[in-house]
């Protein structure tokens, strides 16, 4: 699906650069003024306390994030593990305002030049190196809770917490993509299992593909990195160096250019939809595989709860691993990360809260709301609560980073428009992909 890293599709790793988002303080104010709910315009005296235990008076935390309204995720938060965090701290009282993923961003970093940031932040781990290259965010490494807490995250979401050496943030969700497959489709064609190779899924889609019906075998959701890296990093392909510094001799590379070609290869002969290119028309993978238009088709977790709420709900399909190629079963690790802002004015409680928020109360409660837990200690009993989490926390296991670098965005804006233009027949496979390396290698030094 569209990256989300839950139902936005977003986790798609989108964000703009961060100092482009806010160069002056007349831009933080007008974007504090923009549609903002009552609570999120309390303002933070700068005389006040850091810790209520100095005061007699309840401190006020604002909590932002962008979890979805439309299920229970953000009452989940609200009524739930909130009042749990303000049960065990008397005189913290936590405010939850919930903004629309495509703001939010841009609303932090305003908000920060204004000097009134939100307390704590629910932050797409895409935004982390950004916002800690530009030192907006509190170090938590050096906290004396720090170790304790993040004792157990799985390597991915920790991964994304890290820039250059230093700990900014603390995982807080997960998630990645596996395979979804239509067991109607498998069976009529008389397919008996879901593929477990790359070489098999990509016979299989062909022999799932019926132009004719608009029913294709294989959706593959956006030429976006998030979308495309399974198949890539699987069939032996990289975009990066080991330290996200350099695009050349990666992105480019025999390995990455055969994963391309053969993409390319199953959209020219029509057995990927119309979610690759996109454009006006198109149908996102979530939305086409209920309805038979795609076969297989690679998703989160969430998908399932999309299912389950249809009308009727969609339940004849299996999910299964990312088929292994070369490069073993490598999806992506989608998620976000608590942060908090390095000038917050109540940075004691704000900390005790964003702890509260890796405690094995909070991830489980969150959990089942299809917000994945980041934490290894915490899967037994997520599993048992949701058990289809089961093939998703397996997968975690080989899942892999996108580029921890704060100009991540921009890579991966450079390599989704060359893939459209190769896909579009406007160059060759090779020579696009080399162009992209060196123009991604320009965006990652810059940096340095």
């Not at 309840?58 to 749990?84: C, H, K």
């Not at 992909?433 to 340095?448: F, I, W």
Request: with cysteine.
């Amino acid at each position: 699906m569209l990256q989300m890293t839950h139902k936005v599709k977003m986790g798609r790793w989108g964000a703009t650069r961060v100092a482009t988002a806010c160069v002056a303080l007349g831009l933080g104010a007008a974007m504090l003024s923009m549609a903002n709910p009552v609570s999120a315009s309390t303002n933070h005296p700068a005389s006040a306390s850091t810790t209520h235990a100095a005061t007699s008076a309840t401190v006020t935390l604002q909590f932002w994030s962008a979890y979805n309204e439309t299920d229970t995720e953000a009452s989940t938060i609200a009524d739930v593990v909130i009042p749990r965090f303000e049960q065990l701290n008397p005189g913290i009282k936590v405010v939850s305002d919930v903004y629309p993923y495509g703001v939010l961003l841009q609303k932090f970093v305003a908000a920060a030049a204004a000097g009134r940031p939100p307390d704590v932040m629910r932050s797409d781990i895409a935004w982390v190196p950004e916002l800690s290259s530009d030192g907006l965010l509190q170090q938590l490494n050096t906290l004396p809770w720090y170790a304790a807490t993040v004792k157990g995250a799985l390597p991915g979401p920790m991964a994304t917490t890290e820039f250059r050496g230093s700990f900014y943030a603390l995982p807080l969700d997960t998630n990645t993509q596996a395979l979804y497959w239509n067991k109607a489709d498998f069976a009529a064609a008389g397919i008996k299992s879901p593929p477990t190779t790359m070489t098999q899924m990509f016979a299989d889609a062909q022999k799932l593909t019926n132009t004719s019906e608009g029913h294709f075998g294989l959706g593959v959701d956006g030429t976006d990195i998030w979308n495309v890296a399974p198949y890539i990093w699987s069939d032996g392909g990289a975009f990066t160096n080991a330290n996200y510094t350099r695009a050349t001799g990666y992105m480019d590379d025999a390995g990455t250019q055969a994963a391309v070609q053969k993409l390319v290869n199953l959209d020219k002969a029509g057995v990927i939809g119309s979610d690759l290119k996109g454009g006006a028309g198109a149908v996102s993978g979530e939305a086409g595989f209920p309805k038979d238009d795609y076969a297989m088709y690679i998703d989160g977790p969430w998908a399932v709860t999309t299912y389950n709420e249809l009308k009727p709900a969609f339940k004849d399909y299996g999910i299964s691993l990312f088929p292994s190629g070369p490069g073993g079963s490598a999806s992506t690790v989608g998620g976000e990360d608590a942060i908090i802002p390095a000038d917050g004015h109540h940075l004691t409680d704000a900390a005790k809260f964003a702890e509260f928020l890796d405690s094995p109360f909070s991830q489980l409660a969150m959990a089942k709301t299809g917000q994945m837990s980041a934490f290894a200690t915490d899967g037994a009993a997520e599993v048992k609560a949701t058990p289809y989490y089961s093939i998703f926390a397996q997968q975690l296991q080989t899942a892999k980073v996108r580029a921890v670098s704060p100009f991540y965005s921009q890579m991966d804006t450079i390599f989704s428009n060359e893939l459209q233009e190769i896909l579009a027949g406007k160059v060759a496979v090779a020579k696009g992909l080399t162009s992209a390396a060196e123009a991604a290698n320009v965006a990652l030094l810059s940096g340095l």
